[in-house]
């Protein structure tokens, strides 16, 4: 049932005793296999831009709003500018196999009063794409913002040609939202922007999907996965909607 308000007009559900969210501090995030740590020029810059200078050409960057960077000198001096802010919150990636920073990625557009936040600025090396360690990245920044700051809402969003991240959203949870068109000009060329989101009643089946995924007997002795991440997600949501 629609519910209205004095006026007989509709309105949204009540949202009780909200006081908003808390803002994103520059701490460390440990998982299984990975380690978030705010980016830092001394810590992670050399690490990082030996990883991202594994790529075979410059492909990576083409939907990025920064890079590709010349030597690590120039890197350092954009990190450094990272390093300072507090919206976008970087963190590097930490591969807890070898204790180096294999990529990085950013909460962004906070809106702490709103409950409202996104992942973005995902950059990563060879090493990290297609790993157990790229999704539970996401995985830890999702926890951290929805499990225990107290957001309501997670956006991801992406240059709608950017097809690998669109994918992304989908297999990870993420509900697409729809287009906004002639969003940006990025690098002389126009940007339409796709928006998906998850919000905090989407989390609890998305964590417990994540959780099994990322399990250790998920795996074979060679690493590849026993079940698929999109089918644990659809277990879990079904099963959800079976205990309402």
């Known amino acids: 049932m629609t519910r209205v308000n004095e006026f007989k007009q509709p309105i949204g559900e009540p949202v009780e005793n909200w006081q908003g969210a808390q803002y994103p501090t520059k701490t460390m995030i440990n998982g299984q296999y990975c380690r978030l740590e705010?980016?830092?020029?001394?810590?992670?810059?050399?690490?990082?831009?030996?990883?991202?200078s594994q790529a075979e050409d410059d492909r990576d960057w083409?939907?990025?709003?920064?890079?590709?960077?010349?030597?690590?000198a120039e890197y350092q001096t954009y990190l450094a500018r990272l390093e300072t802010l507090n919206d976008p919150l970087h963190y590097a990636i930490i591969d807890l196999s070898t204790q180096q920073a294999v990529g990085s990625i950013a909460l962004m557009r906070i809106d702490?009063?709103?409950?409202?936040?996104?992942?973005?600025?995902?950059?990563y090396s060879s090493q990290?794409?297609?790993?157990?360690?790229?999704?539970?990245?996401?995985?830890?920044l999702l926890q951290y913002t929805l499990g225990e700051l107290?957001?309501?809402?997670v956006e991801w969003k992406c240059n709608a040609h950017n097809h690998p991240s669109r994918a992304a959203a989908l297999r990870l949870g993420f509900t697409y939202e729809g287009l906004f068109r002639q969003a940006m000009v990025?690098?002389?060329h126009n940007r339409d922007t796709t928006w998906?989101?998850?919000?905090?009643?989407?989390?609890?089946a998305l964590q417990k999907a994540y959780q099994q995924w990322l399990a250790r007997d998920n795996f074979d002795q060679?690493?590849?996965?026993?079940q698929k991440l999109g089918e644990l997600i659809e277990n879990q949501r079904k099963a959800l909607l079976i205990a309402e």
């Open 38 to 52: 705010p980016i830092s020029v001394a810590a992670h810059s050399q690490a990082l831009f030996d990883a991202l």
């Open 62 to 72: 083409t939907y990025l709003l920064s890079g590709p960077f010349g030597d690590l």
């Open 112 to 123: 702490a009063q709103q409950g409202v936040i996104e992942i973005g600025g995902v950059t």
């Open 128 to 140: 990290l794409k297609r790993t157990r360690l790229a999704t539970e990245a996401i995985s830890l």
């Open 150 to 153: 107290g957001y309501r809402r």
């Open 186 to 188: 990025v690098r002389g």
């Open 196 to 204: 998906f989101s998850i919000i905090d009643s989407d989390f609890p």
């Open 222 to 226: 060679q690493g590849q996965q026993r």
